[in-house]
């Protein structure tokens, strides 16, 4: 067949928009994850696992950072239902106050995935939770130093977030293991909201409170962050972290193992940020019609300094 020639000179031109067209990214689906921000080591590791586990998958996921507010996340999750996008994950900050915003995004048909933390609305109102049991966290925080010391502790807690369920629940955990132990006591209990230098400054606060610290048995953190800012504290009103004040907490970052290889930290209990492949496995098991578990579970172990060197060089 003779090829005209006007179409002949058209070939090069052809070619080099197949070549576009060839190395543009299909993304396979579209997804938006509103994430709380960036307060501790932990919430910076689970963003760039999601973010990497998305590219990896062919995801085009739209990230937005709420910057602790709730307010931010719910105009996010109406812009990403806004936008059309196939499928939300939702890390909430707080447990309350999500009904109507999860209530558009279903009248929409998107699915939603809580993850890491909950909320209190009605389950129906989301495809499922990938997260660990916060309430068994601290309920295994609470049976390691009840073990530690005999069951004879007073003990000051760093909580999270007011309002969040990761503080709610490992509180909720602890308590009711304690309860059983009449002479282990929360002397002083606050807030640090999560952060290193929330934690310092409370625990400051707590040392100076009770007379310079020496009759506090414990410190348990509801995360490594806020344990690593007291630890500071603790070295600066002259006591010696995990010595003369165990310090236990959740999460397991990198550098709460350097701090208990090095002995200024006891425990830390595992909290695993790869939360996004579970997630991203959920929507498209659903896009298929399977049924999905309301909870998907992601616990972790105790760790203690024995392994805390290898972690600490396997980890950062
Ligand atoms: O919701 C999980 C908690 O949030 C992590 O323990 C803490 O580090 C984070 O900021």
Redesign the pocket.
Known sequence: MKLSKTFTSMLPALAASTAVLLSSPAFAETYGFSQIGS??G??TSETNSIKAEAEARGIDLKFSDAQQRQENQIKAVRSFIAQGVDGILLAPVVETGWDQVLREAQRAEIPVVLI??GVDADPSLYLTKVASDFTEEGALAASWLAAETNGVCDIVELQ?TVG?S?AIDRKTGFDSVISNFPNMNIIRSQSGD?TRAGGKEVMESFLKAEGGGDNICALFA????MALGAIQAIKEAQLQPAEDILVLS??AVPDIFRAMADGEANATIE?NPHLGGPAFDAIAAHEQGEEVDKWIKANGPLYLPDTAEEEYQARR
């Open positions: 307060e501790s932990w919430r890491d933390r999270g969040s990761a999560f509801h995360n490594d962050d959740i999460d909290l």
